[in-house]
T-cell receptor
Framework: DVKVTQSSRYLVKRTGEKVFLECVQD?????MFWYRQDPGLGLRLIYF???????EKGDIPEGYSVSREKKERFSLILESASTNQTSMYLC?????????????FGPGTRLTVT | AQTVTQSQPEMSVQEAETVTLSCTYD???????LFWYKQPPSRQMILVIR??????QNATENRFSVNFQKAAKSFSLKISDSQLGDAAMYFC?????????????FGDGTTLTVKP
């Protein structure tokens, strides 16, 4: 079974702190994604990566950055956390595009910024 | 840009009955894939069913089936013999054949309640 794990289920940070959310997948997937999930807004893509050191902005990249130094690990960085970044963050991975491959999701990190 | 619309924020169904969740999408592409994902409370999101646009036959997975109407750009999910474990948020998702890195567009979700 594919496993996607995220470093924390719950996280509480203060405004202005630098926050790292880590995601690891164990199935050698090329693609990895970071979403935020807010009530009534569905899943919104923050960033995605299709290879090591490759990244592309999603729909809402402002205030976030990412790092992918190894194929299995994709990190989301909040350079200076703000209260409007309080949300559920979901990581996902998939095989390469061009086929009907689904995304596999991690359990999510509920981040609260106070 | 592709958009996915789920017009029913909440639905409820009696245990053992059938329920249909709606999804429409907007695209100018001819080759694409459609998915339904399930997110149970406090649990990981998982794939329920997928449909390739080039296939005319509707996909079926046990109690789950879809009604794919390509011309109408509609992709509804039917859950038969509903069970308590079907209670979850369901997301419809679209992915084109040509997108970078398998990037998908998700709807806003439908919360399904199953009444015993």
């Amino acid at each position: 079974d594919v496993k996607v794990t995220q470093s924390s289920r719950y996280l509480v940070k203060r405004t202005g702190e630098k926050v790292f959310l880590e995601c690891v997948q164990d199935m050698d997937h090329e693609n990895m994604f970071w979403y935020r999930q807010d009530p009534g807004l569905g899943l919104r893509l923050i960033y995605f990566s299709y290879d090591v050191k490759m990244k592309e902005k999603g729909d809402i990249p402002e205030g976030y950055s990412v790092s992918r130094e190894k194929k299995e690990r994709f990190s989301l960085i909040l350079e200076s956390a703000s209260t409007n970044q309080t949300s559920m963050y979901l990581c996902a991975s998939s095989l390469w595009a061009g086929r009907s491959y689904e995304q596999y999701f991690g359990p999510g990190t509920r981040l609260t910024v106070t | 840009a592709q958009t996915v619309t789920q017009s029913q924020p909440e639905m409820s169904v009696q245990e053992a009955e059938t329920v249909t969740l709606s999804c429409t999408y907007d695209t100018s592409e001819s080759d694409y894939y459609l998915f339904w994902y399930k997110q149970p409370p406090s649990r990981q999101m998982i794939l329920v069913i997928r449909q390739e646009a080039y296939k005319q036959q509707n996909a079926t997975e046990n109690r789950f089936s879809v009604n794919f109407q390509k011309a109408a750009k509609s992709f509804s999910l039917k859950i038969s013999d509903s069970q308590l474990g079907d209670a979850a948020m369901y997301f419809c998702a679209y992915r084109t054949e040509n997108t970078n890195a398998g990037k998908s567009t998700f709807g806003d979700g439908t919360t399904l309640t199953v009444k015993p």
